[in-house]
């Protein structure tokens, strides 16, 4: 079956230090991978997505995130956090047994980021 | 602004009441879902539609339905609700290969 797990609940850094958010997958074939962000009180705001290419993928606020293949991670990273990174991120992964647009995300349960000033 | 608009924002109901939860975005988006939101238990789907006149049912659809009757709009029915169904509700779309756009939600709660 396919899944996403994400290891750790929560994670707490201090700000200005690396951060990272750890995502591992499994899928049948070649994945789909997508960071969500979702701020108190909010929806969920779409961060970046690997779909083929470059193994590190940028996206937005200063985020990036490395797939890597034998691993079968998508850790999310950022170099200096910020107290304003403070969120619930959420990984997932396209179902890509599913057909046309069908395929559906399958979700994490979701990191809690605390940035501490 | 171009988006996804949920309402309402809050909703208190008692235990057998009906109610509509409304979802509307204008971004011409083929696929809408909803989604409920509880602590511990991540995103979970409860329908999704791929296009006006079709929809489908995800992993938690009982107690809910919906319809997709324009592109445009796609309400989530609670028929008889009840204590379980406490939680955040989501709505969210997508253009086919593109990410999703999510509401700002609705927080039910049912008492």
């Known amino acids: 079956a396919q899944s996403v797990a994400q290891p750790e609940d929560q994670v707490n850094v201090a700000e200005g230090n690396p951060l990272t958010v750890k995502c591992t997958y499994s899928v049948s074939g070649n994945p789909y991978l997508f960071w969500y962000v979702q701020y108190p009180n909010r929806g969920l705001q779409f961060l970046l997505k690997?779909?083929?290419?470059d193994n590190l993928v940028k996206g937005s606020y200063g985020f990036e995130a490395e797939f890597n293949k034998s691993q079968t991670s998508f850790h999310l990273k950022k170099p200096s956090a910020l107290v304003s990174d403070s969120a619930l991120y959420f990984c997932a992964v396209r179902d890509i047994l599913a057909a046309g647009n069908n395929r559906k995300l399958i979700w994490g349960l979701g990191t809690s980021l605390a940035v501490n000033p | 602004n171009a988006g996804v608009t949920q309402t309402p924002k809050f909703q208190v109901l008692k235990t057998g009441q009906s109610m509509t939860l409304q979802c509307a975005q204008d971004m011409n988006h083929e696929y809408m879902s909803w989604y409920r939101q509880d602590p511990g238990m991540g995103l979970r789907l409860i329908h999704y539609?791929?296009?006006?006149?079709?929809?489908d049912q995800g992993e938690v659809p009982n107690g809910y339905n919906v319809s997709r009757s324009t592109t445009e709009d796609f309400p989530l029915r609670l028929l008889s609700a009840a204590p379980s169904q406490t939680s955040v509700y989501f709505c969210?779309?997508?253009?086919?290969?593109?990410?999703?756009?999510f509401g700002s939600g609705t927080r039910l709660t049912v008492v």
């Open positions: 690997y779909i083929t290419g």
């Open positions: 539609s791929v296009g006006a006149g079709i929809t």
């Open positions: 969210a779309s997508r253009q086919t290969g593109d990410s999703y756009t």
